[in-house]
């Protein structure tokens, strides 16, 4: 990175958290610490959502997908407008009549204490993990790209955040991830504006999508259905609105956001326009890596992104094999350069045969391009077996650092730091909240002062974020840390919203019940993991229905049938 | 922390929340067909 870079960078980073210090002044207790006394309008409900869902990983992995997989990523996120509409009918006028602090707090109210305590548990084991992992993934991926030392990325990625998230609490969180997304959406837009600019002088933005559409990467609709095909829009719709419900019904890094609105009226307009904006959001972020595969068509793009992965190879034994490999890749590159100009020129003349012809012939290369890509990833595992041979992450992040002009590509970086903030903080205040209101409060301490309180808080933002730094330096050697969050979540979050439909709609289903089929669905859930049995996106579905099954059935056993008093 | 009662709370621009409802649902809508206009013209 050039000096302008590091200016740009660095004064971002300041700025974020002197904003953020400065948003922190007049908490006074728990009320105004954790719910910012209920005063946020719709607006900033919206976008502190956002600002929590948009980790940096999307931001780095997205461009990535649409490059490796095309645009049908974006069908993932149709079942949330839907998950947005449920939420407004049911959870959000329960949680705010109720006046909770946590998601977990209802369910005391419903059933009694020891659900309260599973639920929140399992939802401080499951964020806390994952929340380490999620500085650890997009550090890993910088101090690959630039050499940076990872044990000081991640402080730098997870450390610097907890000033303003300890002093200022939910309102310095909210109000930072606002301006946060400014910056963040703003850089975007940049970027897809350069990779447009940075393509050859006759080929413009309606060129570039011709080229990508022929090339199958703007297949944003696959309307076949197919049980191992996990982007469909069947699975988009459904498995999409499941995992919409659990995250942002259940999960108190969310719920933590839209409770602090001032208003049922505003957490619901909060919601409801993240339904409107979300999709048309990822489909922007998809389309930056769609255009990107077009620049890398016209331009050189190394055969593996890891290019640090490829230089360790590169001092083994394998490295004479890898070099073969790329002089291979690089001609077939030549020879694609050729042949993609053919094929704009074909589109803007407007013949079908010649289209197709051309197309047929970029394609034909293009799969003996992957064909030699595979052949180098196969040498790299062989290599360093322990290298993760997915370089999805690298792609959108070596066309910022090789590509873009001094000052940008600073800019680009201090995006990831700052989406990576976002949504660490909202997890910190979430993790806090959780263990003081739901564990100390409730459990060890019912009757402490305010500030005692308001100190405690403090302390455990602090504390957590600690952990969390602690879990990001040694999840470095877990793999695939995308796959290890998701598995994670996986674990936990069919169970906990297997807790809350019974909640919400069998009235008739006590806390026992409750609290024994959610033991027993975790052990299920965890015992077929273990076991391999099916791919762990279905485990969030098994234990969401594991837990309603079970629970009907104990409460015929265990119980006398008991009508729900709130 | 003073909530109004949530069936007291009319939404902005419609007579009921209803109809912000049916608004987000003909929004997938309408962007699903969009995406599939999409994905066909170009593909």
């Known amino acids: 990175m050039s000096i302008l870079d590091w200016v740009v960078l660095v004064g971002t980073l300041t700025m974020i958290i002197l904003y953020g210090v400065w948003k922190s002044r007049g908490q006074r207790n728990m009320e105004s610490y954790f719910l910012d006394n209920q005063s946020m309008p719709w607006y900033i409900v919206l976008l502190s959502i956002i600002g929590t869902q948009a980790s940096a990983v999307t931001f780095i992995s997205a461009p990535g997908q649409a490059y490796t997989d095309g645009m049908r990523f974006v069908q993932y996120y149709f079942g949330l407008p839907i998950a947005m509409v449920v939420l407004c009918i049911t959870f959000v006028p329960i949680f705010h009549k109720l006046k909770v602090y946590t998601a977990y707090e209802f369910l005391e109210r419903r059933f009694d204490l020891k659900t309260r305590t599973l639920a929140s548990s399992l939802f401080l084991i499951q964020r806390g993990l994952s929340t380490g992992i999620s500085i650890c993934a997009p550090s890993i991926i910088l101090s690959s790209l630039l050499g940076w030392n990872l044990y000081w990325t991640n402080m730098i990625m997870g450390g610097l955040l907890i000033i303003y998230t300890v002093a200022g609490g939910t309102r310095a969180v909210a109000y ?26 006759d080929i413009g933005f309606k060129e570039a999508l011709q080229v990508s559409g022929k090339m199958d990467k703007l297949n944003v609709i696959v309307t076949k259905f197919d049980w191992q095909d996990k982007y469909n829009i069947w699975s988009g719709i459904i498995g999409g609105f499941f995992l919409a419900l659990s995250y942002f019904g259940t ?6 956001r839209y409770i602090t609105a001032k208003s049922v009226k505003e957490s619901r307009l909060g919601l409801l326009m993240n339904g409107l904006v979300k999709v048309p959001m990822q489909f922007v972020i998809l389309l930056i890596g769609a255009l ?3 620049f890398y068509l016209y331009f050189r793009a190394p055969i593996f992104f890891n290019e640090a992965q490829l230089a360790k190879v590169h001092r083994t034994e394998q490295g004479a094999a890898l070099m073969a490999l790329e002089k291979e890749y690089d001609d077939l590159g030549k020879i694609k350069q050729a042949q993609v100009k053919n094929l704009a020129a074909a589109i803007e003349g407007g013949s079908h045969e010649r289209i197709a012809s051309a197309k047929s012939e970029l394609k034909a290369t293009d799969t003996r391009s992957q064909e030699v890509r595979n052949s180098a990833i196969s040498l790299i595992k062989k290599a360093d077996p322990t290298a993760d041979p997915n370089d999805t992450n690298y792609i959108f992040l070596h066309f910022v650092v090789n590509s873009l002009p001094k000052g940008l590509v600073g800019l680009l970086i201090a995006i990831i730091f700052l989406a990576a903030w976002g949504s660490i903080a909202a997890a910190l205040n979430s993790l806090a909240s959780t263990t003081v209101i739901d564990i100390y409060q409730r459990i060890y301490n019912k009757e402490a002062s305010p500030e005692h309180y308001l100190k405690v808080s403090k302390l455990w933002t602090l504390v957590w974020g600690v952990f969390c730094i602690a879990v990001a330096q040694f999840a470095g050697s877990l ?4 796959e290890v969050v998701n598995v994670l979540g996986s674990w936990f979050y069919g169970v906990i919203l297997g807790i809350f439909m019974v909640a919400f709609y069998m009235k008739k289903v006590g806390g026992t019940a409750t609290f024994w089929s959610a033991v027993v669905s975790e052990i299920v859930v965890l015992v077929i993991y273990w076991t391999g049995t099916v791919s762990f996106l279905w485990l969030n579905a098994i234990g969401c229905l594991l837990v309603i099954l079970l629970a009907y059935l104990f409460q015929l056993f265990l119980e006398k049938p008991r009508v729900a008093n709130s | 922390m003073e909530n109004q009662h949530p069936a007291d709370e009319k939404p902005p621009l419609f007579p009921s929340w209803n109809y912000w409802y049916v608004l987000v649902i003909a929004w997938l809508v309408l962007l699903i067909v969009l995406f ?3 994905t066909k013209t170009f593909s």
């Open chain 1, 176 to 201: 930072t991830q606002t301006f946060q997304l400014v910056i963040i959406f703003g850089g975007m837009f940049l970027a897809g504006w350069m990779v447009v600019h940075l393509l050859p002088a």
């Open chain 1, 292 to 294: 990107v595969f077009v």
């Open chain 1, 479 to 482: 793999g695939s840390l995308i």
């Open chain 2, 36 to 38: 599939y206009c999409f």
């Open chain 1, 251 to 256: 999960d108190q890094s969310q719920v933590g």
